[in-house]
């Protein structure tokens, strides 16, 4: 035992004598957990279940909102974010709400211009949110000047983060060593923070490293320090025990089904492990493992397909080796395996400390990691040997003129150069900060979208998300039918599932129908290559199609397009089948993403290389060029489309 965690005898009851100095605990299920195993799915409805009996434990706060919810909800889920804030604190009658803020990005991916964040977080107070995580990408803590001032003008909890991020296999260097994050403590104290997070996204943070860091933040700063710290690389408990022998005031954990793999520690552990020490939680453990049993067999049934089962390790070693969050590069690995290029993923882990120091050494988080990781995809695939940076994304651009903030290190000024060739805002960065630059969006938002936002939250929706949001206000009106890949899947389905798969196990799976229905126009026929076999399949999707793949099938089966019109969506048909067969140059799209916008119309000329079509994946705008000169003969799709890898962007003659 050290000298700050004293033990008295063990005492099992829940009513045990208080500790002198009880380490408090934010439960993240509800958002970090479900966000890092089940890629954000979770669903109201499967919190409520719950909801009362974590009220009951004692948690500082309940982590409930923010950072990849609020898009995927809208854009996944068919479900109303500001909704689901209100609908949880009918249940949490006690418990703080806490919400993970990107600063002046807010929820999404890029910064707002401050009449949007300020209405932002008015809306999330109003709506309950009590603690705002507030983080920035780069550290750079003017992006906190709006959205700070606003928390502090609804009276709420302003937690200020510094994203944990090294060079180094550990804490230390030229960039991130104990002084930078001392620096970064005492900035966030002066800007009023009410408690101060170590937000380790990468599970980055070793023990010891964390035991010097909690020491130098405790003597350096009066505000509680809180740890937050990725399980990935399989250190985060250790570290949580360090960082509370050092005195950390406040942990991050998990209910055991939402921990562990790229979640946070689970609680149940932290509770046996402190009992009756100078920093018991006094948490009741019965009432932890009511809980669980409830998400064990209720709830996360429904989410289980969504684990990355793909290795049998809970650890992700190359963190250790690439000092990189494992989400950016399980990001990589889906991106790489969408444009059928897995066999560059080495090449990209040896070309990404470069990219990453040419675009001035910035943490790797949400979403700076995307940034750079992205990039570095995209220079792997499309460089070539004269010519680094062929295709670089909006985010890079937006990144070198300085609309993100202040990076660690300079940018390379050859990259920078060649990024802003052209830039629509100047090729010259600018200094200040960034929000400064930006227009008010909510007015001209307001104005595009109409009657369809009923009041400010779907405004607010709209503005953050201008092609999916409008697409989940169609839904939630009513105008547009959503697709069955956004509705729940019951407890039941789950069940028919698992016994299919048991029985396809089993040998068992051919089960005849009575009587042959008729072959549709959507019949596909694949070869399924089973052990050096080869067996003629034909497929023939029964019930109404998911809009997502409408468009491939549309192009895949020209001939027989008409029952796409039947989509819940209906995709434009007639174009799609016109792109298929007018003669010219296509602009095929390099990777599966969606629609944001055309930036020609039909008729328009084009030269070569110019910019034609915006698609966004994995959430980053690329502007796609021309691939020669000429007239655009037809668009193939429309803003919000979702297109595969190949698709028929437009025709150039
Ligand atoms: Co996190």
């Given at each position: 035992?050290?000298?700050?965690?004293?033990?008295?005898?063990?005492?099992?009851?829940?009513?045990?004598?208080?500790?002198?100095?009880?380490v408090k605990v934010q439960d993240l299920?509800?958002?970090?957990?479900?966000?890092?195993?089940?890629?954000?799915?979770?669903?109201?409805?499967?919190?409520?279940?719950?909801?009362?009996?974590?009220?009951?434990?004692?948690f500082w706060?309940?982590?409930?909102?923010?950072?990849?919810?609020?898009?995927?909800?809208?854009?996944?889920?068919?479900?109303?974010?500001?909704?689901?804030?209100?609908?949880?604190?009918?249940?949490?009658?006690?418990?703080?709400?806490?919400?993970?803020?990107?600063?002046?990005?807010?929820?999404?991916?890029?910064?707002?211009?401050?009449?949007?964040?300020?209405?932002?977080?008015?809306?999330?107070?109003?709506?309950?949110?009590?603690?705002?995580?507030?983080?920035?990408?780069?550290?750079?803590?003017?992006?906190?000047?709006?959205?700070?001032?606003?928390?502090?003008?609804?009276?709420?909890?302003?937690?200020?983060?510094?994203?944990?991020?090294?060079?180094?296999?550990?804490?230390?260097?030229?960039?991130?060593?104990?002084?930078?994050?001392?620096?970064?403590?005492?900035?966030?104290?002066?800007?009023?923070?009410?408690?101060?997070c170590v937000?380790?996204?990468?599970?980055?943070?070793?023990?010891?490293?964390a035991?010097?860091?909690v020491?130098?933040?405790?003597?350096?700063?009066?505000?509680?320090i809180h740890l937050h710290s990725?399980?990935?690389?399989?250190?985060a408990q250790?570290s949580q025990l360090?960082a509370i022998?050092?005195?950390v005031d406040i942990v991050d954990t998990?209910?055991?089904?939402?921990?562990?793999?790229?979640?946070h520690p689970?609680i149940?552990?932290l509770?046996?492990?402190l009992?009756?020490?100078?920093r018991?939680t006094?948490?009741?453990?019965?009432?932890?493992?009511?809980?669980?049993?409830?998400?064990?067999?209720?709830?996360?049934?429904?989410?289980?397909?969504?684990?990355?089962?793909?290795?049998?390790?809970?650890?992700?070693?190359?963190?250790?080796?690439?000092?990189?969050?494992?989400?950016?590069?399980?990001?990589?690995?889906?991106?790489?395996?969408?444009?059928?290029?897995?066999?560059?993923?080495?090449?990209?882990?040896?070309?990404?400390?470069?990219?990453?120091?040419?675009?001035?050494?910035?943490?790797?988080?949400?979403?700076?990691?995307?940034?750079?990781?992205?990039?570095?995809?995209?220079?792997?695939?499309?460089?070539?040997?004269?010519?680094?940076?062929?295709?670089?994304?909006?985010?890079?651009?937006?990144?070198?003129?300085?609309?993100?903030?202040?990076?660690?290190?300079?940018?390379?000024?050859?990259?920078?150069?060649?990024?802003?060739?052209?830039?629509?805002?100047?090729?010259?960065?600018?200094?200040?900060?960034?929000?400064?630059?930006?227009?008010?969006?909510?007015?001209?938002?307001?104005?595009?979208?109409?009657?369809?936002?009923?009041?400010?939250?779907?405004?607010?929706?709209?503005?953050?998300?201008?092609?999916?949001?409008?697409?989940?206000?169609?839904?939630?009106?009513?105008?547009?039918?959503?697709?069955?890949?956004?509705?729940?899947?019951?407890?039941?389905?789950?069940?028919?599932?698992?016994?299919?798969?048991?029985?396809?196990?089993?040998?068992?799976?051919?089960?005849?129908?009575?009587?042959?229905?008729?072959?549709?126009?959507?019949?596909?026929?694949?070869?399924?290559?089973?052990?050096?076999?080869?067996?003629?399949?034909?497929?023939?999707?029964?019930?109404?199609?998911?809009?997502?793949?409408?468009?491939?099938?549309?192009?895949?089966?020209?001939?027989?397009?008409?029952?796409?019109?039947?989509?819940?969506?209906?995709?434009?048909?007639?174009?799609?089948?016109?792109?298929?067969?007018?003669?010219?140059?296509?602009?095929?799209?390099?990777?599966?993403?969606?629609?944001?916008?055309?930036?020609?119309?039909?008729?328009?000329?084009?030269?070569?290389?110019?910019?034609?079509?915006?698609?966004?994946?994995?959430?980053?705008?690329?502007?796609?060029?021309?691939?020669?000169?000429?007239?655009?003969?037809?668009?193939?799709?429309?803003?919000?489309?979702?297109?595969?890898?190949?698709?028929?962007?437009?025709?150039?003659?």
């Amino acid at each position: 035992m050290t000298d700050s965690v004293t033990m008295t005898p063990m005492n099992y009851s829940a009513d045990r004598p208080r500790a002198a100095n009880p380490v408090k605990v934010q439960d993240l299920s509800l958002r970090d957990g479900h966000q890092s195993l089940f890629a954000t799915r979770g669903r109201t409805e499967d919190m409520i279940p719950v909801a009362e009996m974590m009220d009951e434990i004692g948690f500082w706060a309940v982590e409930t909102w923010g950072g990849a919810t609020f898009d995927t909800m809208h854009r996944f889920l068919n479900e109303d974010p500001w909704e689901r804030l209100r609908a949880l604190k009918r249940h949490f009658k006690k418990t703080p709400f806490s919400m993970l803020l990107r600063a002046q990005n807010l929820v999404g991916y890029r910064n707002y211009a401050d009449d949007v964040a300020r209405a932002f977080v008015d809306r999330a107070a109003e709506n309950g949110m009590d603690i705002f995580r507030t983080f920035d990408a780069l550290n750079d803590y003017r992006n906190f000047e709006t959205v700070v001032d606003q928390i502090k003008k609804n009276g709420k909890h302003f937690q200020g983060c510094m994203c944990y991020s090294m060079t180094e296999p550990r804490m230390g260097g030229e960039v991130y060593n104990l002084d930078y994050y001392v620096g970064k403590a005492k900035e966030l104290e002066a800007m009023g923070a009410d408690s101060i997070c170590v937000k380790d996204m990468a599970g980055l943070i070793a023990p010891y490293d964390a035991y010097n860091l909690v020491t130098a933040l405790k003597a350096a700063v009066g505000a509680p320090i809180h740890l937050h710290s990725h399980f990935t690389s399989g250190m985060a408990q250790m570290s949580q025990l360090k960082a509370i022998e050092a005195g950390v005031d406040i942990v991050d954990t998990c209910m055991t089904p939402y921990a562990f793999r790229t979640s946070h520690p689970a609680i149940e552990p932290l509770v046996m492990t402190l009992l009756g020490t100078s920093r018991d939680t006094g948490f009741d453990i019965r009432k932890l493992a009511a809980i669980n049993e409830v998400l064990e067999k209720q709830i996360l049934p429904k989410y289980k397909h969504l684990l990355d089962d793909s290795k049998i390790s809970v650890i992700d070693i190359n963190v250790l080796l690439h000092q990189t969050p494992g989400g950016m590069l399980s990001n990589l690995v889906n991106q790489l395996r969408e444009m059928d290029a897995l066999d560059k993923i080495d090449e990209v882990y040896r070309q990404l400390p470069r990219v990453r120091r040419e675009l001035g050494q910035v943490p790797l988080v949400t979403p700076t990691s995307q940034i750079v990781g992205v990039q570095t995809v995209n220079n792997v695939l499309y460089d070539t040997p004269d010519e680094r940076y062929r295709m670089i994304t909006a985010q890079v651009k937006d990144l070198c003129y300085g609309l993100y903030g202040k990076t660690a290190t300079p940018i390379d000024p050859d990259v920078r150069k060649k990024a802003l060739k052209g830039y629509p805002r100047g090729e010259e960065p600018i200094a200040c900060r960034p929000a400064e630059v930006l227009e008010p969006e909510l007015e001209k938002a307001k104005k595009d979208v109409g009657d369809l936002a009923a009041d400010m939250d779907d405004l607010l929706t709209y503005a953050l998300f201008p092609v999916t949001g409008r697409k989940f206000l169609e839904w939630k009106y009513g105008l547009a039918e959503a697709p069955a890949s956004v509705k729940p899947i019951t407890l039941e389905q789950v069940k028919k599932t698992d016994a299919l798969v048991k029985k396809a196990k089993a040998g068992e799976l051919v089960e005849k129908k009575t009587g042959t229905p008729a072959k549709s126009g959507r019949l596909r026929a694949f070869n399924v290559f089973i052990d050096g076999e080869c067996f003629a399949v034909e497929v023939d999707p029964t019930g109404e199609i998911p809009a997502a793949v409408a468009p491939l099938a549309a192009l895949s089966a020209a001939p027989q397009a008409a029952p796409i019109a039947a989509a819940p969506i209906a995709a434009p048909a007639p174009a799609l089948a016109a792109a298929a067969t007018v003669a010219g140059t296509k602009l095929a799209a390099p990777m599966p993403g969606l629609v944001i916008r055309y930036l020609k119309n039909v008729g328009d000329k084009v030269a070569k290389g110019e910019a034609v079509v915006v698609l966004e994946a994995m959430k980053m705008e690329n502007a796609l060029p021309a691939p020669c000169d000429g007239e655009i003969k037809t668009i193939g799709f429309k803003s919000g489309d979702t297109v595969a890898k190949g698709a028929a962007l437009c025709v150039i003659g």
